[in-house]
């Protein structure tokens, strides 16, 4: 039998959510360049703000390389584009290392301590927002920052492999951690303002209490629903034996 009431009741809740659910999906929110984004990228921004405060080990990094400083190697390197080798051969000759280029392949032979300093370096720039810094180091623009440090991943991505391949898996190791605590947290979190999360807890707490709020009213939208087209759960009888 049908209840008109808690027919309604559902309906409405039901409506409101996608009202809600399409305007979170609006560019009504600030974003990161004085934009406008919806409210899943204004939700990762503040995460990532957030965060990024408690991810910064290019010190460590640097303490931990010292002992690879004067420790060479030899490798060719495949970074996926000629553009890309291009901008390898600068950026590892920047950190003296010897280097040829075979298409898409980078013939390098160098200090291993100098160029993961050098890669640090550059990381660092990129974690206070000086993309600007790092493409001028290796004649390019601010623009080019990103790119730059992605050919940073994909040198030390095959290098690792190598090394494992040539069983120097210490090294293997360092460059897997640089390419981890330097490399990805410059790229990752380049352009963001770090926040402390006190300095966030209001949007925090809200944020928690209208996931939780919201979640409750989809399952109530659709518990009303069915309870007004006649359908309601019940408690089976219990079977004796």
């Given amino acids: 039998m049908i209840n008109k009431k808690e027919l309604n009741i559902g309906l409405f809740l039901a409506a409101s959510f996608f009202i809600i659910f399409g305007l979170m999906w609006s560019p009504l929110f600030p974003g990161l360049d004085d934009d406008k984004v919806n409210a899943f990228h204004a939700a990762d921004n503040l995460f990532n703000s957030i965060s990024k405060g408690s991810a910064y080990f290019m010190e460590q990094m640097e303490e931990k390389n010292e002992p690879f400083l004067g420790k060479t190697f030899k490798a060719s390197l495949n970074v996926g584009n000629e553009r890309r080798a291009v901008m390898a051969q600068a950026m590892l000759q920047s950190a003296r290392a010897g280097v040829s280029l075979d298409g898409t392949t980078v013939h390098v032979d160098g200090d291993l301590g100098l160029v993961i300093q050098a ?109 007004g087209i006649g359908m309601k759960m019940k408690a089976g009888k219990k079977k004796e034996v």
């Fill in 119 to 227: 890669t640090i370096t550059d990381s660092r720039d990129m974690f206070h927002n000086d993309g600007q810094r790092v493409g001028a180091r290796y004649g390019y623009g601010e623009a080019e920052a990103r790119e730059l440090m992605y050919v940073w991943y994909r040198l030390f991505k095959d290098l690792e492999n190598e090394f494992n391949h040539q069983e120097r898996f210490a090294d293997a190791k360092h460059v897997a951690e640089v390419v981890s605590k330097s490399v990805e947290v410059g790229y990752n979190f380049y352009g963001i303002v770090p926040e402390s999360a006190g300095s966030k807890a209001g949007i925090l707490t809200f944020s928690l209490v209208f996931y939780v709020i919201y979640t409750l009213w989809w399952g109530m939208a659709i518990l009303y629903m069915f309870e």
